[in-house]
């Protein structure tokens, strides 16, 4: 919008709105490339992702599938004896999925299991990996935790257990894992450099609550060297400063529901 009464965002140049009209007017219809491509034996339950030359998504008929990216015929399929909604994470070839109390880790192109494992509640999120790391919201309420799990050897876990509600899929920056549920906070990405309590808080953030939106990590910000964008629970918008938690700008209520930040 136009109106940065609000204080929110700096104020945008005129001639930025110009050339959006322009680019709106030049803008041609979007047409699919696959004439014929990208089915599967039920509804896709996941959103995408993109391993090479594939297109990979699990399907409501316990299926994941592979697609080629140029013309949507299907390459792969893989039997997962359950459905999926969370988007599959990719690294090193590896394809590491979430449902229920299940994770996974299976190699694309192959026929079994790199490695299955059982988690203690169901997950709350998708995978985000780090290095040799995978995290994983699990469980509600006071159950809820981030699970942190070494990609290679899932036996070996930590776990940072401080979030009394769900928590949203963590934002990562320099080393740093901010992570929204009945509050912020921003820990040491290095789980196994902390304690046997947990990974060390390097701050965490009071008065803003009942994180409802994945946060969303930005730097170099606008403003701050990094910044760090949440919704609580009314859906106001807040930006805080990634290194130390504090609000450098007045909070932005768009006045409706936010699931999401970009």
Do not use: C
Request: proline letters at 6%.
């Amino acid at each position: 919008q136009k109106d940065r009464g609000s204080s929110f965002l700096p104020v945008v140049p005129a001639s930025f709105w110009a050339q959006l009209e322009k680019a709106q007017a030049d803008m041609q219809p979007m047409q699919s490339i696959w004439s014929n491509g990208g089915k599967a034996g039920g509804s896709f339950a996941s959103p995408l992702a993109v391993l090479g030359q594939s297109v990979l998504a699990s399907s409501s008929d316990n299926n994941l599938y592979g697609f080629y990216v140029e013309v949507g015929n299907q390459s792969w399929k893989f039997d997962l004896q359950a459905s999926t909604n969370w988007a599959p994470a990719i690294q090193d070839d590896l394809i590491y999925l979430a449902y229920g109390r299940t994770i996974t880790a299976v190699r694309v192109y192959a026929s079994a299991y790199e490695w299955q494992r059982t988690l203690d509640a169901d997950a709350t999120t998708p995978f985000t990996i780090w290095l040799d790391s995978l995290f994983i919201g699990v469980g509600e309420g006071g159950d809820a935790k981030l699970v942190a799990i070494r990609r290679l050897n899932p036996d070996d876990r930590k776990e940072f257990g401080a979030p009394t509600s769900r928590i949203q899929l963590p934002a990562i920056g320099q080393e740093t894992l901010f992570v929204g549920a009945d509050k912020l906070w921003a820990v040491d990405i290095n789980f196994w450099d902390g304690t046997e309590n947990g990974p060390e808080i390097i701050w965490e953030n009071n008065e803003i609550l009942n994180i409802s939106a994945p946060p969303v990590y930005s730097s170099p910000g606008v403003v701050r060297l990094s910044e760090l964008y949440a919704v609580d629970g009314a859906g106001v918008v807040h930006a805080v400063d990634a290194n130390t938690g504090v609000r450098f700008l007045p909070p932005f209520n768009p006045g409706g529901t936010v699931t999401a930040l970009a």
